[in-house]
């Protein structure tokens, strides 16, 4: 974050296209759209960009006491999942004698384009703009020449047939706002590749196009599926009651997830008095269906091993290759996110599996206490992340 000096520079600086400034507290939409413009960075400055609240266009201070509450929803605009992929911000407070500043730093997005509520929006001098389709284009080949994340790679011996179009169609309408899908006269490709699905430099499919729209993804990525099975007791050595090899395109495996769970979770009454009961369950469904979903989320694909979701009478086990990635460790898991794969993580939140970022352990252990579980256990090293969740006492 910037120091005090380099703020007051910064409020003086009128010209400078990397900064916003407002007197608002309120306007939450403004904030969004201008951190997914920042985040863009389509000036191509390489330099953070800057939402200043608590000061006009003049660089004149409002006399704003910023709280703490207007400090957590500037920091919840990184993990709500409105903007994607998701940006990598810092939110500080400032305090000078005529009142308070709240600065949002914003760093430039390795992943363009960012996009906000399905829109891209762009600084075009001192304001914000929606990306026209040849702005869209230049974004894409920046984020082609910027990859690093698998997920977003070229699957070499894939082709458009390999893809399934009316998948992607269902998709886009799911996640791409009505009026820029109306206006929207560009290439299939062109539509695949501005959401990361396709590389149109080399006229290839991504690994997330693939496990997205992919007619056979396992054919592409042999280890993209999930290996299931229910057991009659406590160890693997025993005869399975129910196994499948759970793969194809993600929705599908999701949606065939959630139907398993449904249907293996055990439902009980329980009396809370004289003349009521409740439902009890061994499990609660939205607890393993959160860390089930965070194994597909982060798994490494370039991996040959399916994720593991192993049924016994128990205990479940979740198994997924790829132990932790970047800056997490076994001390900060439920405290820092780090995203082997991005633009997954972005289709998952855009179908609706998952609500916010950085929450599905947290929400996990929360449901299991509520539920009477014990706590999830986690083992991981560098190769394999395994949670086990214990079964409610009878």
């Known amino acids: 974050m910037l120091t005090k000096d380099q703020l007051r520079e910064l409020l003086c600086d009128l010209e400078n296209d990397r900064v916003e400034r407002t007197i608002s507290t309120q306007k939450t939409d403004k904030f969004a759209q201008a951190v997914c413009a920042f985040a863009n960075d389509f000036s191509n400055?390489?330099?953070?960009?800057?939402?200043?609240?608590?000061?006009?266009?003049?660089?004149?201070?409002?006399?704003?006491?910023?709280?703490?509450?207007?400090?957590?929803?500037?920091?919840g605009l990184r993990s709500d999942g409105n903007i994607l992929p998701i940006p990598a911000l810092s939110v500080a407070r400032f305090e000078f004698d005529d009142g308070h500043v709240a600065v949002v730093e914003v760093q430039p997005s390795d992943l363009p384009p960012v996009r906000y509520n399905g829109q891209v929006w762009l600084r075009v001098g001192p304001r914000k703009a929606i990306a026209s389709e040849q702005e869209e284009r230049i974004l894409m080949e920046r984020r082609i020449a910027n990859s690093r994340s698998f997920d977003a790679t070229p699957v070499s011996d894939a082709g458009m047939n390999d893809l399934s179009l009316a998948l992607f169609e269902a998709y886009r309408h799911e996640v791409i706002d009505r009026e820029i899908i109306d206006t929207n006269h560009r290439p299939m490709e062109d539509q695949l590749a501005s959401l990361r699905f396709f590389n149109n430099r080399i006229k290839l499919p991504t690994v997330v196009g693939i496990l997205m729209f992919g007619k056979n993804p396992r054919y592409f990525l042999p280890g993209a599926y999930v290996q299931f099975l229910r057991l009659p007791g406590t160890t693997l050595t025993e005869i399975p009651d129910n196994q499948a090899e759970i793969s194809g395109d993600l929705l599908t495996v999701l949606r065939e997830l959630d139907a398993r769970l449904k249907s293996n979770i055990q439902t009980g009454m329980e009396p809370t008095s004289t003349l009521r009961e409740r439902y009890i369950y061994d499990y609660p469904q939205i607890a393993v269906r959160e860390l089930l979903l965070n194994a597909i989320m982060h798994r490494d694909y370039q991996s040959n091993t399916p994720v593991r979701f192993y049924w016994f009478s128990d205990r479940i086990e979740i198994q997924s290759p790829g132990g932790l990635y970047g800056e997490v460790t076994p001390q900060t898991l439920t405290q820092i996110n780090s995203?082997?794969?991005?633009?997954?993580?972005?289709?998952?939140?855009?179908?609706?599996?998952?609500?916010?970022?950085?929450?599905?352990?947290?929400?996990?252990?929360?449901?299991?206490?509520?539920n009477g579980n014990p706590p999830p256990e986690f083992q991981m090293d560098d190769r394999v992340f395994l949670v086990t969740i214990r079964r409610r006492p009878a």
Do not use: W
């Open 339 to 370: 995203y082997r794969n991005p633009v997954v993580a972005e289709c998952m939140k855009s179908l609706g599996y998952v609500n916010r970022f950085g929450y599905g352990i947290q929400r996990a252990q929360k449901l299991l206490q509520d």
């Open 45 to 75: 400055h390489r330099l953070p960009g800057y939402l200043i609240i608590g000061t006009d266009d003049h660089g004149k201070l409002a006399g704003l006491t910023v709280t703490d509450l207007l400090l957590q929803t500037l920091g």
